[in-house]
């Protein structure tokens, strides 16, 4: 199976996908025998839906085509990255605060999880409103990871 230049893919698809108005969140290879390239794209606005999805997959199919960075032939899927993402810089924090979150965390020599509102985002990390308890603050260098905790309750 030959390398596909992700790298590449995503600098190549970046500034029309940004003039969109999407980001790009991942490029993967995946499938059956990795004949998949899948493009999960993000809203720094809100939420992804298919019409966004069909959008980016028109614009983008053609793009990868005319740029020939793919030498097999491949199934193009493009997604959102889930209602359940992880956040993986500063930028998704501060783009997500006031949402529910899960995050593990350092804890000494142990590692323990919290579940609450991202209340704080700033240079020294984060801070997560639980109710009926203190908020938890904690140093970026503590955060091991956090996720978007979907809500099925109507506003």
Known sequence: MTTWPLDRIESLLGPTL????????SVQR?????RTLRIAIDNPEGFVGIDDCEAVSRVAGPLLDQADLIAERYLLEVSSPGAEREL???????RNAGRTVNSRYRLG????VIEG???????????????????????W???????????????
């Open 18 to 25: 940004k003039h969109m108005g999407y980001s790009i969140y």
């Open 30 to 34: 995946t499938g059956q025998g990795g």
């Open 109 to 112: 020599d142990s590692e323990a």
């Open 88 to 94: 993986r810089d500063r930028t998704e924090y501060e």
């Open 117 to 139: 509102l991202l209340a704080t985002v700033d240079d020294a990390g984060i801070e997560i409103a639980v109710p009926k308890r203190e908020p938890l603050r904690l140093a």
């Open 141 to 155: 260098s503590e955060v091991i990871s956090t996720r978007l905790v979907a809500s099925l309750k109507r506003s």
